[in-house]
């Protein structure tokens, strides 16, 4: 044990009453206790066994007996010591409900941590060394314990990715968090050293980890992590060692690089011929990470070597998959911090607003579908004015409306201004004539009711008259997603948007479906009594993958 803290010491004296001036004793034992005591204690600690370990002890009383009769104050402080040490012996034995143990900080870390994440930190009276971070947001409370010791931070990762608790503390994290916490606790600057015959083992254990069903995403910082961590969990020999880490930090970079190429056919090829410093001359000049990662491969592997590494590797490239073998797309993986803007989907599906705004009068756009573009900026007015700047750049939003990312500012201000008075009429009257007609189905009786006192949205859109010809489809949605909440059903937009739609999630995008997993959500008991996380939905916009949802 390293170092002691104590919260409280509270010291009770018995002082024999044949003794003359007692408060004089009790100057001097206080004095003892404040000048000598914590150093006899740290020298007394030494006795315990693991150095490393963390233990807290809720509380402990001990009963001594000193001799004031001593001339040494020191030598009363070590007594004193002794016995407080014994106490710590036999409490720690005993194992008791008011002993916690760490083995080691990380482990101590990784702890608080995995509470944090399931919202029960703040219930245990050990980690109130961490009280200050409660008036953070989850992510920014992880990244401060993480980085505050980079070596901790490392250590504290894997026990948690052990725990299989990793993917759901990176669901918390922003971008910008996780690439911190990568600098800070992965990839500290520390020369580099790699020894001869290190990188076919590495290859080797990663193919591996790669080709067991490990998916990629389109985050290098977030699949460096996941790599290296997972690497470490299943050989624990490999690390931890920071070389390792740069290792795959610039195999994802290289991988990068040739998915940017637009010559891969060339770059392939001379890789399979192994003319390695033609190989050189394609990668981007400006940085020689790429042409360093390939001199050491060109030492120890061979070009097939190289190439079934960047299979391995879910390279998205035409010419790897025709000439070496057909691989399944890996799957994509963003964060939102507008998940709930997904739940909208049941509704649209019900209502068929994606058909109806296929064909509606509005015109064509040369450069995007217009359904989509539509789609886009009634997600922008389902989630308010307050985050709509937020929400423009968000790919969760683009997700949503059927794009990779989101739309260019130029093209959603360009639109409208092919757009008259008599179209935005058209739209309006069109729908009601729409709505009007698709209620009559009985399995949609249940929305007439809902929909009959749908307020219209408030203001989005430059042009007023556009943006109350689509707030119209946008009240009709979220009165749509409203019906299916039961005792909720009467809320109003703006709590509709702050305990449903702003809850940050991960999506996950795969050939057949999309995955929304909610990280904040504060009703989502209310989502699972409404059978959000038992059912799925075909969406037509997103090539007919099946949304489906999941609440931590």
Known sequence: MQTLSINQFNAE???PRSLDNSSSFQRRLDNIAQEYLAAALENQLQTLNDNEAIIFIEQMEVNLTLDLSQIDDRQIARTWAKNLVVAINKIITQQGNSVILFPNRGDFIASFLQDLLHGKAWDYWYYQEFNFLQSLSLGEAISTVL???????????LELTRWDSLDLLLRTLSDSQVDTIVNQCLLPPTPRVVLSNTFPIWIQRLRALLDSGF???????????RLYLNLLRQHPELGPDVNLARFIHDLLQLRENISKMTNQVEFISHLQSENWNVAFSFLDKARNSRQQLLTNLMRETTG???INLLLSLQLETKE??????KKTPANRRIFTDFGGIFLLIAAIIDLKIYEFLQNCPYPQSQVIPKANLLLWLIGLQCLGKLDSQQAMSDTGLAVFAGFAQPPQLEISQNYPASLTPEIHAAFTKAFAEYLREILKQPSLFRYRHTLASAPVMNSLISDLQWDCALGNVSSNILRGFMDKLGAFADSSPEYLRRNFLESQAEIEIACD??????????????????GFDSNTWEVPWLENRQLKFEFN
Do not use: H, W
């Open 304 to 306: 097939k070597e190289v």
């Open 320 to 325: 790897l998959a025709v000439n070496q073998r």
């Open 513 to 530: 479906e999309i995955k929304v997993s909610f990280i904040t959500c504060p009703l989502q008991m209310v989502l699972r009594m409404a």
């Open 147 to 157: 980085v505050e010791d980079g070596d901790m931070g490392r250590d504290a990762l």
């Open 13 to 15: 004296y018995n002082i």
């Open 215 to 225: 998916t990629l995403t389109c985050q290098q910082s977030r699949d460096l992590i």
